[in-house]
């Protein structure tokens, strides 16, 4: 077989990105997907360029069969829809989102008052939770690993999981402690911002132990969520991580905040085991120890200098920097793309960066270069902030396509952020 170079990205007219929806069918039949043996694709044609790129990249945005070659592809992208399966290992917990808070500037008002919102939703939340859901919406197989309590909530979010194609199998039942919980303040007059409020629950309860090793087989991706909330795990859990570098895994993190603001308790150290790296500004500052005045290009050289040496893949390692409502872009040692997201009615952004990751890592898993990769990331997160919560919104992978295509992509140098502060 001849190989073509790497299909790169999408082209497509624009498109309104709250029409993409209503004007996507969704597919009526499920898609096969064959698993890779181990890490991100690089063992699929897709990595080093489909035989039949020029025949699907003509094709209408769908899911469908070749017309070389009668496997399923999807048709704007022109790759098999063969993905390696993906562990993703973080919390679990519902998200109770209030929309509609009223604030004075960014002070909540208390003094035994009373307020009236927009509306209260409780849906499935925490970023692993709300990542492997979105890895499930784009048609690859994933597992979560995490621990619940024996309650109504630990039940609830195990309901929703599988309801979304997210095998929960994984997930340990402690009957000794509570699942947690998290509050989601959205303010009234800016629906981009929010207070979280959370009781860790059972997410303290992960430890080391429970990584082991049929465990880490099981997948050929390995993806950690909220680093700093395991604190029962976080010192140690680079000794898990090298383990599955070891089995052949490949790794990725999104750190998100840390509360103690501290960005210690094994981090530098877990970052020398991950591929990837999802960070938003102040997380990228405070993990490489850099202040406001450092130029952000400098700080994520710093990061990348502590991820592992390149190896056959030249897609790994990458930071992804999420930019809010200027998008995303990532950088390797030796590219950077930026992708601009499209504008929306937001309800609200819960998970918005959680979606991002999760399609992000199953398009890498089917072989995808990172231009096409990002389109799909920063579309599928943009298209999550149209309903309450981080699940509600997220879209099968033909709708984020469309709206995919019509994002701008360019190379870019570390640009500046439109993240709000925590």
Request: hydrophobic share 40%; charged share 20%.
């Given at each position: 077989?001849?190989?073509?170079?790497?299909?790169?990205?999408?082209?497509?007219?624009?498109?309104?990105?709250?029409?993409?929806?209503?004007?996507?069918?969704?597919?009526?039949?499920?898609?096969?997907?064959?698993?890779?043996?181990?890490?991100?694709?690089?063992?699929?044609?897709?990595?080093?360029?489909?035989?039949?790129?020029?025949?699907?990249?003509?094709?209408?945005?769908?899911?469908?069969?070749?017309?070389?070659?009668?496997?399923?592809?999807?048709?704007?992208?022109?790759?098999?829809?063969t993905a390696?399966?993906?562990?993703?290992?973080?919390e679990?917990?519902?998200?109770?989102?209030?929309?509609?808070?009223?604030?004075?500037?960014?002070?909540?008002?208390f003094?035994?008052?009373?307020?009236?919102?927009?509306?209260?939703?409780?849906?499935?939340?925490?970023?692993?939770?709300?990542?492997?859901?979105?890895?499930?919406?784009?048609?690859?197989?994933?597992?979560?690993?995490?621990?619940?309590?024996?309650?109504?909530?630990?039940?609830?979010?195990?309901?929703?999981?599988?309801?979304?194609?997210?095998?929960?199998?994984?997930?340990?039942?402690?009957?000794?402690?509570?699942?947690?919980?998290?509050?989601?303040?959205v303010?009234?007059?800016?629906?981009?911002?929010?207070?979280?409020?959370?009781?860790?629950?059972?997410?303290?309860?992960l430890?080391?132990?429970?990584?082991?090793?049929?465990?880490?087989?099981?997948?050929?991706?390995?993806?950690?969520?909220?680093?700093f909330?395991?604190?029962?795990?976080?010192?140690?859990?680079?000794?898990?991580?090298?383990?599955?570098?070891?089995?052949?895994?490949?790794?990725?993190?999104d750190?998100?905040?840390?509360?103690?603001?501290?960005?210690?308790?094994?981090?530098?150290?877990?970052?020398g085991?991950?591929?990837?790296?999802?960070?938003?500004?102040?997380?990228?500052?405070?993990l490489?120890?850099?202040?406001?005045?450092?130029?952000?290009?400098?700080?994520?050289m710093?990061?990348?200098?502590?991820?592992?040496?390149?190896?056959r893949?030249?897609?790994?390692?990458?930071?992804?920097?999420?930019?809010?409502?200027?998008?995303?872009?990532v950088?390797?040692?030796?590219?950077?793309?930026?992708?601009?997201?499209?504008?929306?009615?937001?309800?609200?952004?819960?998970?918005?960066g959680?979606?991002?990751?999760?399609?992000c890592?199953?398009?890498?898993?089917?072989?995808?270069?990172?231009?096409?990769?990002l389109?799909?990331g920063?579309?599928?997160?943009?298209?999550?902030?149209?309903?309450?919560?981080?699940?509600?919104?997220?879209?099968?992978l033909?709708?984020?396509?469309?709206?995919?295509?019509?994002?701008?992509?360019?190379?870019?140098?570390v640009?500046?952020s439109?993240?709000?502060?925590?």
């Amino acid at each position: 077989m001849t190989l073509n170079r790497p299909f790169d990205g999408v082209s497509g007219q624009a498109h309104d990105a709250d029409q993409v929806v209503r004007n996507v069918e969704r597919p009526s039949h499920s898609v096969p997907n064959r698993a890779d043996k181990r890490g991100l694709g690089t063992g699929s044609a897709v990595a080093a360029g489909d035989l039949h790129e020029d025949a699907n990249r003509r094709a209408v945005v769908g899911l469908g069969r070749c017309r070389v070659c009668h496997r399923h592809h999807d048709r704007r992208l022109g790759w098999p829809m063969t993905a390696s399966p993906i562990l993703v290992i973080g919390e679990l917990c519902p998200d109770i989102v209030v929309a509609g808070v009223p604030t004075d500037g960014r002070t909540l008002r208390f003094g035994q008052s009373e307020d009236l919102v927009a509306g209260t939703v409780m849906t499935l939340g925490s970023s692993a939770g709300i990542t492997a859901c979105a890895v499930a919406a784009a048609a690859t197989p994933v597992r979560l690993k995490a621990v619940r309590g024996d309650d109504e909530f630990g039940a609830a979010c195990h309901r929703w999981l599988t309801e979304r194609g997210v095998d929960a199998g994984p997930v340990r039942i402690d009957p000794t402690v509570r699942t947690g919980s998290s509050v989601i303040l959205v303010r009234a007059d800016d629906p981009g911002d929010r207070e979280i409020l959370t009781d860790l629950g059972a997410m303290t309860a992960l430890t080391v132990a429970d990584l082991d090793d049929e465990l880490l087989t099981s997948a050929g991706h390995v993806h950690v969520s909220s680093f700093f909330l395991h604190t029962g795990a976080s010192d140690d859990l680079h000794t898990r991580l090298r383990r599955a570098r070891e089995l052949g895994c490949t790794v990725s993190l999104d750190t998100n905040d840390d509360p103690d603001r501290l960005w210690g308790s094994g981090a530098r150290e877990a970052i020398g085991e991950f591929d990837v790296l999802f960070v938003n500004e102040s997380e990228a500052r405070g993990l490489a120890g850099a202040d406001a005045s450092e130029p952000l290009a400098v700080v994520v050289m710093e990061l990348l200098a502590l991820m592992p040496r390149q190896g056959r893949d030249p897609r790994l390692p990458a930071v992804v920097l999420k930019l809010g409502a200027a998008g995303a872009s990532v950088h390797t040692r030796t590219d950077s793309w930026q992708v601009a997201a499209q504008e929306v009615t937001v309800a609200d952004t819960v998970g918005a960066g959680d979606t991002l990751a999760g399609t992000c890592l199953a398009l890498l898993a089917s072989g995808a270069a990172w231009p096409a990769t990002l389109q799909h990331g920063v579309a599928a997160g943009t298209l999550s902030t149209r309903s309450p919560g981080g699940t509600a919104g997220q879209q099968p992978l033909a709708v984020v396509a469309q709206l995919a295509a019509s994002l701008p992509l360019h190379h870019a140098d570390v640009p500046q952020s439109e993240e709000k502060p925590r």
